[in-house]
Protein backbone atom coordinates (compact mmCIF):
# COMPACT_ATOMS: atom_id res chain seq x y z
CA UNK A 1 0.00 0.00 0.00
CA UNK A 2 0.98 3.30 -0.89
CA UNK A 3 0.68 6.70 1.20
CA UNK A 4 0.06 10.31 0.90
CA UNK A 5 -2.18 12.89 1.46
CA UNK A 6 -3.81 16.28 0.59
CA UNK A 7 -6.79 18.75 -0.79
CA UNK A 8 -6.78 21.16 -3.41
CA UNK A 9 -6.60 24.24 -3.86
CA UNK A 10 -6.89 26.38 -7.16
CA UNK A 11 -4.76 29.57 -6.28
CA UNK A 12 -1.15 29.25 -7.98
CA UNK A 13 1.78 31.40 -7.39
CA UNK A 14 1.70 34.85 -10.04
CA UNK A 15 4.48 34.24 -12.36
CA UNK A 16 5.28 35.65 -15.96
CA UNK A 17 4.51 33.15 -18.74
CA UNK A 18 8.18 33.51 -20.03
CA UNK A 19 9.54 32.38 -16.24
CA UNK A 20 7.29 29.26 -16.04
CA UNK A 21 9.26 25.78 -16.89
CA UNK A 22 8.39 23.45 -19.63
CA UNK A 23 6.16 20.43 -18.17
CA UNK A 24 7.71 17.37 -20.39
CA UNK A 25 4.97 14.72 -20.97
CA UNK A 26 5.51 11.37 -21.87
CA UNK A 27 3.70 9.35 -24.68
CA UNK A 28 0.75 7.71 -23.12
CA UNK A 29 -0.29 4.13 -23.54
CA UNK A 30 -3.83 3.18 -23.31
CA UNK A 31 -4.62 3.04 -19.40
CA UNK A 32 -5.63 0.30 -17.31
CA UNK A 33 -8.85 0.49 -15.57
CA UNK A 34 -9.14 0.62 -11.95
CA UNK A 35 -11.97 0.99 -9.37
CA UNK A 36 -11.85 4.03 -7.17
CA UNK A 37 -13.98 5.82 -5.62
CA UNK A 38 -13.79 9.81 -7.20
CA UNK A 39 -13.78 12.08 -4.32
CA UNK A 40 -14.62 15.95 -3.79
CA UNK A 41 -11.36 17.90 -3.17
CA UNK A 42 -11.53 21.50 -1.39
CA UNK A 43 -9.29 24.08 -2.22
CA UNK A 44 -7.74 26.80 -0.38
CA UNK A 45 -6.99 29.89 -0.45
CA UNK A 46 8.64 33.25 -1.83
CA UNK A 47 11.76 32.78 -0.59
CA UNK A 48 15.31 32.47 -2.79
CA UNK A 49 18.02 29.64 -1.54
CA UNK A 50 21.00 28.76 -3.23
CA UNK A 51 22.90 26.08 -4.98
CA UNK A 52 23.21 24.44 -1.55
CA UNK A 53 19.58 23.47 -1.37
CA UNK A 54 18.81 19.82 -1.21
CA UNK A 55 15.78 18.56 -2.54
CA UNK A 56 13.86 15.87 -0.65
CA UNK A 57 11.06 13.59 -2.29
CA UNK A 58 8.48 11.47 0.04
CA UNK A 59 5.14 9.13 -0.63
CA UNK A 60 1.78 10.65 -1.74
CA UNK A 61 -1.71 9.46 -2.00
CA UNK A 62 -4.58 10.88 -4.15
CA UNK A 63 -7.09 13.36 -2.73
CA UNK A 64 -10.28 15.20 -3.74
CA UNK A 65 -10.79 18.74 -3.99
CA UNK A 66 -13.37 21.35 -3.03
CA UNK A 67 -13.46 24.97 -3.17
CA UNK A 68 -13.21 26.91 -0.03
CA UNK A 69 -15.84 29.71 0.44
CA UNK A 70 -15.08 31.59 3.99
CA UNK A 71 -17.30 34.42 4.70
CA UNK A 72 -19.73 34.88 8.01
CA UNK A 73 -19.19 31.47 8.90
CA UNK A 74 -15.73 31.76 9.69
CA UNK A 75 -15.29 31.18 13.69
CA UNK A 76 -13.69 33.76 15.87
CA UNK A 77 -11.33 32.05 17.22
CA UNK A 78 -10.49 30.30 14.23
CA UNK A 79 -8.38 27.56 13.81
CA UNK A 80 -5.40 27.89 10.58
CA UNK A 81 -7.60 26.12 8.14
CA UNK A 82 -10.37 28.53 8.57
CA UNK A 83 -7.32 31.52 8.63
CA UNK A 84 -5.79 30.19 5.46
CA UNK A 85 -9.24 30.08 3.57
CA UNK A 86 -10.11 33.58 4.84
CA UNK A 87 -6.60 35.23 3.53
CA UNK A 88 -7.02 33.66 -0.03
CA UNK A 89 -10.66 35.48 0.29
CA UNK A 90 -9.10 38.52 1.78
CA UNK A 91 -6.09 38.86 -1.22
CA UNK A 92 -8.63 37.88 -3.93
CA UNK A 93 -10.82 40.69 -2.74
CA UNK A 94 -7.94 43.69 -1.41
CA UNK A 95 -4.97 42.32 -3.50
CA UNK A 96 -2.29 44.38 -2.76
CA UNK A 97 -3.88 46.82 -0.59
CA UNK A 98 -2.74 44.25 2.12
CA UNK A 99 0.84 43.82 2.75
CA UNK A 100 0.42 39.68 4.04
CA UNK A 101 -0.73 38.38 6.79
CA UNK A 102 -0.04 34.95 9.04
CA UNK A 103 -1.75 33.00 11.51
CA UNK A 104 -1.60 33.85 15.36
CA UNK A 105 -2.14 30.09 17.62
CA UNK A 106 -2.24 31.97 20.97
CA UNK A 107 -5.36 34.59 19.85
CA UNK A 108 -6.47 31.86 16.86
CA UNK A 109 -6.85 34.98 14.74
CA UNK A 110 -5.36 35.89 11.22
CA UNK A 111 -3.33 38.55 11.47
CA UNK A 112 -3.53 41.05 8.21
CA UNK A 113 -0.48 43.62 7.44
CA UNK A 114 -2.09 46.73 6.21
CA UNK A 115 -1.04 50.12 5.78
CA UNK A 116 -4.54 52.47 5.75
CA UNK A 117 -7.37 52.66 7.62
CA UNK A 118 -9.19 52.31 5.12
CA UNK A 119 -8.26 48.73 4.41
CA UNK A 120 -8.32 47.71 8.48
CA UNK A 121 -11.99 48.24 8.63
CA UNK A 122 -12.49 45.92 5.40
CA UNK A 123 -10.14 43.42 7.00
CA UNK A 124 -12.16 43.74 10.17
CA UNK A 125 -15.65 43.53 8.60
CA UNK A 126 -14.15 39.98 6.97
CA UNK A 127 -13.40 38.54 10.52
CA UNK A 128 -9.83 39.10 10.39
CA UNK A 129 -7.65 41.36 13.08
CA UNK A 130 -5.60 44.52 10.89
CA UNK A 131 -2.06 45.17 12.11
CA UNK A 132 -0.77 48.88 10.56
CA UNK A 133 2.91 48.18 9.38
CA UNK A 134 5.11 50.62 7.49
CA UNK A 135 5.94 48.50 4.52
CA UNK A 136 3.11 47.89 1.56
CA UNK A 137 3.59 45.01 -0.72
CA UNK A 138 4.21 47.06 -3.53
CA UNK A 139 7.71 47.98 -1.66
CA UNK A 140 8.65 44.97 -0.32
CA UNK A 141 7.80 43.00 -3.81
CA UNK A 142 10.36 45.96 -5.22
CA UNK A 143 12.88 44.68 -2.63
CA UNK A 144 12.91 40.83 -3.97
CA UNK A 145 12.72 42.29 -7.66
CA UNK A 146 16.43 44.12 -6.50
CA UNK A 147 17.74 41.16 -5.11
CA UNK A 148 16.67 38.70 -7.98
CA UNK A 149 18.26 41.00 -10.07
CA UNK A 150 21.49 41.99 -8.48
CA UNK A 151 22.06 38.92 -5.54
CA UNK A 152 20.75 35.53 -6.64
CA UNK A 153 24.02 33.74 -5.25
CA UNK A 154 23.75 29.92 -5.18
CA UNK A 155 23.45 29.52 -1.35
CA UNK A 156 21.26 32.52 -0.56
CA UNK A 157 17.17 32.03 0.05
CA UNK A 158 14.57 35.20 0.98
CA UNK A 159 11.13 35.46 1.22
CA UNK A 160 9.00 38.18 3.25
CA UNK A 161 8.38 37.58 6.90
CA UNK A 162 4.52 39.19 7.51
CA UNK A 163 5.30 39.34 10.87
CA UNK A 164 8.37 41.32 10.84
CA UNK A 165 7.00 43.19 7.55
CA UNK A 166 10.52 42.93 5.56
CA UNK A 167 12.17 40.86 3.37
CA UNK A 168 14.22 38.19 5.58
CA UNK A 169 17.31 36.86 3.06
CA UNK A 170 19.43 33.83 4.46
CA UNK A 171 22.74 33.53 2.95
CA UNK A 172 24.41 29.26 3.92
CA UNK A 173 27.37 28.36 4.82
CA UNK A 174 29.09 27.61 0.99
CA UNK A 175 28.47 31.83 0.28
CA UNK A 176 32.01 33.41 -0.03
CA UNK A 177 33.39 36.16 1.60
CA UNK A 178 33.46 38.58 -1.86
CA UNK A 179 29.77 36.95 -2.03
CA UNK A 180 28.76 37.81 1.07
CA UNK A 181 29.83 41.24 0.59
CA UNK A 182 28.22 41.72 -2.50
CA UNK A 183 24.90 40.00 -0.91
CA UNK A 184 25.84 43.25 2.16
CA UNK A 185 26.43 46.13 -0.41
CA UNK A 186 22.64 44.83 -2.13
CA UNK A 187 20.45 44.18 1.25
CA UNK A 188 21.69 47.48 2.77
CA UNK A 189 20.42 49.43 -0.03
CA UNK A 190 16.85 48.45 0.66
CA UNK A 191 16.96 49.72 4.16
CA UNK A 192 14.96 48.75 6.67
CA UNK A 193 12.87 46.70 3.87
CA UNK A 194 15.34 43.69 4.19
CA UNK A 195 17.77 42.00 6.54
CA UNK A 196 20.37 39.10 6.36
CA UNK A 197 20.63 35.87 8.64
CA UNK A 198 22.99 33.09 8.02
CA UNK A 199 22.51 29.55 8.47
CA UNK A 200 25.12 27.27 9.12
CA UNK A 201 23.72 24.52 6.99
CA UNK A 202 23.82 24.20 3.46
CA UNK A 203 20.56 24.35 0.94
CA UNK A 204 20.16 22.35 -1.23
CA UNK A 205 17.71 19.48 -3.02
CA UNK A 206 17.37 16.28 -1.55
CA UNK A 207 16.48 13.24 -2.88
CA UNK A 208 14.47 11.00 -0.91
CA UNK A 209 11.01 10.60 0.92
CA UNK A 210 7.23 9.07 2.16
CA UNK A 211 6.37 5.65 1.66
CA UNK A 212 9.61 5.23 -0.48
CA UNK A 213 9.14 4.84 -4.16
CA UNK A 214 12.70 3.21 -6.07
CA UNK A 215 14.17 4.29 -9.60
CA UNK A 216 17.32 3.49 -11.50
CA UNK A 217 18.71 6.39 -10.56
CA UNK A 218 16.81 7.67 -7.13
CA UNK A 219 15.05 6.88 -4.46
CA UNK A 220 12.47 9.74 -3.59
CA UNK A 221 8.93 10.03 -1.59
CA UNK A 222 5.26 9.77 -2.85
CA UNK A 223 3.85 12.89 -2.15
CA UNK A 224 -0.01 12.37 -3.00
CA UNK A 225 -2.12 9.86 -4.87
CA UNK A 226 -4.16 11.56 -7.58
CA UNK A 227 -6.62 10.86 -10.37
CA UNK A 228 -6.77 12.27 -13.99
CA UNK A 229 -9.83 11.41 -16.14
CA UNK A 230 -10.76 8.53 -13.48
CA UNK A 231 -7.01 6.97 -13.91
CA UNK A 232 -5.01 6.42 -10.85
CA UNK A 233 -1.78 8.55 -10.32
CA UNK A 234 0.80 10.04 -8.14
CA UNK A 235 2.48 13.63 -7.28
CA UNK A 236 5.55 13.40 -6.00
CA UNK A 237 8.72 15.94 -6.51
CA UNK A 238 9.73 17.25 -10.53
CA UNK A 239 13.38 16.83 -9.85
CA UNK A 240 12.83 13.07 -8.83
CA UNK A 241 10.61 12.34 -11.91
CA UNK A 242 13.26 14.14 -13.83
CA UNK A 243 15.53 11.40 -13.20
CA UNK A 244 13.62 8.27 -13.20
CA UNK A 245 11.01 6.91 -16.12
CA UNK A 246 10.26 3.60 -14.34
CA UNK A 247 9.25 3.60 -10.45
CA UNK A 248 8.49 -0.04 -8.10
CA UNK A 249 7.47 0.35 -4.39
CA UNK A 250 11.36 -1.80 -3.51
CA UNK A 251 14.13 -1.78 -4.53
CA UNK A 252 14.80 -3.58 -7.27
CA UNK A 253 11.11 -4.73 -7.34
CA UNK A 254 8.66 -4.64 -10.41
CA UNK A 255 7.50 -1.59 -12.05
CA UNK A 256 4.23 0.02 -10.44
CA UNK A 257 4.21 3.63 -12.57
CA UNK A 258 5.46 5.41 -15.13
CA UNK A 259 6.82 9.07 -15.19
CA UNK A 260 4.40 10.93 -17.53
CA UNK A 261 5.08 14.56 -16.85
CA UNK A 262 7.87 16.30 -14.96
CA UNK A 263 8.04 20.37 -14.18
CA UNK A 264 11.43 21.07 -12.71
CA UNK A 265 12.60 23.73 -12.02
CA UNK A 266 10.76 27.10 -11.73
CA UNK A 267 8.08 24.42 -10.13
CA UNK A 268 9.34 21.07 -8.61
CA UNK A 269 6.36 18.69 -9.29
CA UNK A 270 6.42 15.57 -11.15
CA UNK A 271 3.35 13.19 -12.13
CA UNK A 272 3.39 9.32 -12.69
CA UNK A 273 0.79 6.64 -13.70
CA UNK A 274 -0.06 3.59 -12.32
CA UNK A 275 0.68 0.71 -14.05
CA UNK A 276 0.19 -1.83 -11.20
CA UNK A 277 -3.33 -2.64 -9.34
CA UNK A 278 -2.57 -1.56 -6.17
CA UNK A 279 -3.35 0.23 -2.92
CA UNK A 280 -3.12 3.59 -3.18
CA UNK A 281 -5.43 4.84 -0.29
CA UNK A 282 -5.63 8.84 0.40
CA UNK A 283 -3.85 8.51 3.37
CA UNK A 284 -0.22 9.61 4.94
CA UNK A 285 2.11 7.63 6.54
CA UNK A 286 2.41 8.48 10.32
CA UNK A 287 5.53 5.97 10.99
CA UNK A 288 4.08 4.67 14.06
CA UNK A 289 2.06 2.12 12.58
CA UNK A 290 -1.11 4.85 11.75
CA UNK A 291 -1.76 6.92 8.78
CA UNK A 292 -3.48 10.07 8.42
CA UNK A 293 -6.57 9.95 6.42
CA UNK A 294 -6.09 12.91 3.52
CA UNK A 295 -9.89 14.77 2.48
CA UNK A 296 -8.61 18.11 1.48
CA UNK A 297 -6.65 20.34 -0.10
CA UNK A 298 -5.49 23.35 1.19
CA UNK A 299 -3.50 26.79 0.85
CA UNK A 300 0.16 26.92 3.40
CA UNK A 301 -0.43 29.98 6.06
CA UNK A 302 2.51 31.69 7.95
CA UNK A 303 1.96 30.88 11.40
CA UNK A 304 0.60 27.31 11.06
CA UNK A 305 1.64 24.38 12.33
CA UNK A 306 2.28 21.57 9.54
CA UNK A 307 3.63 17.86 9.79
CA UNK A 308 6.02 16.10 6.89
CA UNK A 309 6.25 12.56 6.18
CA UNK A 310 9.54 10.57 4.52
CA UNK A 311 11.12 7.33 3.52
CA UNK A 312 14.03 8.45 5.52
CA UNK A 313 13.37 10.51 8.40
CA UNK A 314 9.78 9.43 9.09
CA UNK A 315 6.84 11.94 10.53
CA UNK A 316 8.64 15.50 11.45
CA UNK A 317 6.76 18.33 12.75
CA UNK A 318 7.20 22.28 12.22
CA UNK A 319 5.82 25.59 11.32
CA UNK A 320 5.09 27.44 7.95
CA UNK A 321 7.41 30.53 7.75
CA UNK A 322 7.18 31.95 4.46
CA UNK A 323 4.66 31.50 1.12
CA UNK A 324 5.60 32.36 -2.34
CA UNK A 325 9.20 31.51 -1.43
CA UNK A 326 12.02 31.45 -4.17
CA UNK A 327 14.80 29.04 -3.72
CA UNK A 328 17.99 29.12 -5.86
CA UNK A 329 19.39 25.46 -6.41
CA UNK A 330 22.56 24.47 -8.56
CA UNK A 331 20.10 22.97 -11.04
CA UNK A 332 17.69 25.72 -11.31
CA UNK A 333 15.32 28.45 -9.30
CA UNK A 334 12.47 27.42 -8.28
CA UNK A 335 9.83 29.64 -7.10
CA UNK A 336 6.03 29.79 -5.24
CA UNK A 337 7.35 27.72 -2.44
CA UNK A 338 6.19 27.07 0.99
CA UNK A 339 9.24 28.02 3.26
CA UNK A 340 8.90 25.89 6.84
CA UNK A 341 10.70 24.91 9.98
CA UNK A 342 10.52 21.27 9.31
CA UNK A 343 13.96 19.15 8.81
CA UNK A 344 14.20 16.73 6.51
CA UNK A 345 16.58 14.80 4.78
CA UNK A 346 17.65 13.01 1.97
CA UNK A 347 15.32 10.42 0.47
CA UNK A 348 12.82 12.89 1.88
CA UNK A 349 12.00 14.37 -1.85
CA UNK A 350 8.46 14.29 -3.31
CA UNK A 351 6.88 13.23 0.37
CA UNK A 352 3.62 15.11 1.49
CA UNK A 353 3.25 18.34 3.71
CA UNK A 354 -0.10 18.43 6.06
CA UNK A 355 -2.03 19.68 8.88
CA UNK A 356 -4.61 17.02 10.13
CA UNK A 357 -6.45 15.75 6.85
CA UNK A 358 -5.41 18.98 4.78
CA UNK A 359 -2.82 18.28 2.10
CA UNK A 360 -0.46 21.24 1.44
CA UNK A 361 2.49 20.46 -0.20
CA UNK A 362 4.96 18.51 -1.88
CA UNK A 363 8.75 18.30 -0.52
CA UNK A 364 11.20 20.14 -2.64
CA UNK A 365 14.69 20.73 -0.74
CA UNK A 366 16.22 22.42 2.31
CA UNK A 367 19.32 22.91 4.71
CA UNK A 368 20.65 20.66 8.02
CA UNK A 369 18.92 17.79 9.29
CA UNK A 370 16.71 16.04 11.89
CA UNK A 371 19.36 15.86 14.07
CA UNK A 372 20.68 19.52 14.61
CA UNK A 373 17.32 21.07 12.88
CA UNK A 374 16.97 22.51 9.75
CA UNK A 375 14.50 24.39 6.89
CA UNK A 376 12.19 22.87 4.08
CA UNK A 377 10.58 24.06 0.70
CA UNK A 378 7.10 22.94 -0.62
CA UNK A 379 5.97 22.67 -3.64
CA UNK A 380 2.42 24.10 -3.20
CA UNK A 381 -0.16 20.97 -3.74
CA UNK A 382 -2.75 23.28 -5.32
CA UNK A 383 -0.98 24.19 -8.49
CA UNK A 384 0.59 20.88 -8.83
CA UNK A 385 -3.21 19.53 -9.11
CA UNK A 386 -4.19 22.13 -11.55
CA UNK A 387 -1.33 21.84 -13.73
CA UNK A 388 -1.50 17.95 -13.92
CA UNK A 389 -5.64 18.48 -14.27
CA UNK A 390 -5.54 15.46 -11.33
CA UNK A 391 -7.95 16.02 -8.06
CA UNK A 392 -7.32 13.79 -5.16
CA UNK A 393 -9.04 10.37 -5.34
Given amino acids: MLCGSGWVVSRRSARSPSSRPVVHRRARPPPRRFELKRRSVRTRGAVTAGAGLVMLAAAALALPSASAAPGDDIPDPMTAVNAGQLATTLDDDLGSATAGSYYDPQERALVVNVTDEETADRVREAGGRPRVVKHSLASLDEARATLKDQAAIPGT ?49 LIAGGDAIWGAQARCSLGFNVLQDGEPYFLTAGHCTQLVESWSDARGGSEVALTEASSFPGDDYGLARYTADIAHPSAVNLYNGGVQEISEVGTAIVGQQVRRSGSTTGLHEGVVTAVNATVNY ?28 TGLGLTSGGSGDCTSGGETFYQPLTEALEATGTELG
Avoid at 165 to 183: F, G, I, P, Y
Avoid at 330 to 352: K, R
Fill in 330 to 357: AEGTVEGLIATTVCAEAGDSGGPLFAGN
Fill in 157 to 205: AWAMDPRTNQVVVTADSSVTAENMRRLDTVVSSLGDRATVRRSAGTLRP
